[in-house]
Structures are given as C-alpha cells and as structure tokens.
Nanobody, 114 residues
Framework: VQLQASGGGLVQPGGYLRLSCAAS????????MGWYRQAPGKQRELVAG???????NYLDSVKGRFTISRDNAKNTVYLQMNSLKPEDTAVYYC?????????WGQGTQVTVSS
C-alpha cells in the first residue's frame, strides 16, 4: 500500500495550494480518505475527510476555505486550500481507512509565510 502525497510548498498568506494523494495497493473506492496535519509541538489533527460515499467533513477552522474531493478513477484524493493563513503551516498527511485497516502517506510540508 502506498499513499503518495504531493503539492505542498511555501505560499504567502491569502494564497492557495492543492494537495494530491495518489493511492495504490488498496481498493480506493471503498476507502474513507482524509487529510491530517501536524504542526511543530502540536498533535496531529484531522483537517478534512471524505467517505467512500463522498460525504465530507472539515475542521472548524478550515470550513469555507478548504475543499476535499476524490477521483475514484484516478485513485486520488485532493485538498484544495484557499485563503491560507500562517496557522495552516504544518506537515499534511494523507490517510486511508477501510475495514479496520489504516494507512498513512509520507506527509507534505505546507508553509504559509510572507
């Protein structure tokens, strides 16, 4: 199983990024997918999740700014991040859950700074 995250980088406050996570080794369409983040000195937190049935949920602080989506034909989950703030700075991790199995990607750094 491999979850390959990409799309992180350095962006100014108010900017945007789109993260992608390409999955292999799982039956993607049956998996609930999520994006987590971990800032230095803080616990990892769920930013956004999307179920196999395309229902989504968000961390309160990103509602209205971030959008999670999935493309089952490409085995890929996305996180569109708009109006980025310095407090969004963290390593972002892709997560997959299904039937009691859980997998993590390697993380991609997002830095919001002027």
């Amino acid at each position: 199983v491999q979850l390959q995250a990409s799309g992180g980088g350095l962006v100014q406050p108010g900017g945007y990024l789109r993260l992608s996570c390409a999955a292999s080794g799982i039956i993607f369409r049956f998996n609930n997918m999520g994006w987590y983040r971990q800032a230095p000195g803080k616990q990892r937190e769920l930013v956004a999740g999307i179920t196999s049935g395309f229902r989504s949920n968000y961390l309160d602080s990103v509602k209205g700014r971030f959008t999670i989506s999935r493309d089952n034909a490409k085995n890929t989950v996305y996180l569109q991040m708009n109006s980025l703030k310095p407090e969004d700075t963290a390593v972002y991790y892709c997560n997959s859950k299904s039937m009691g199995y859980e997998y993590w990607g390697q993380g991609t750094q997002v830095t919001v700074s002027s």
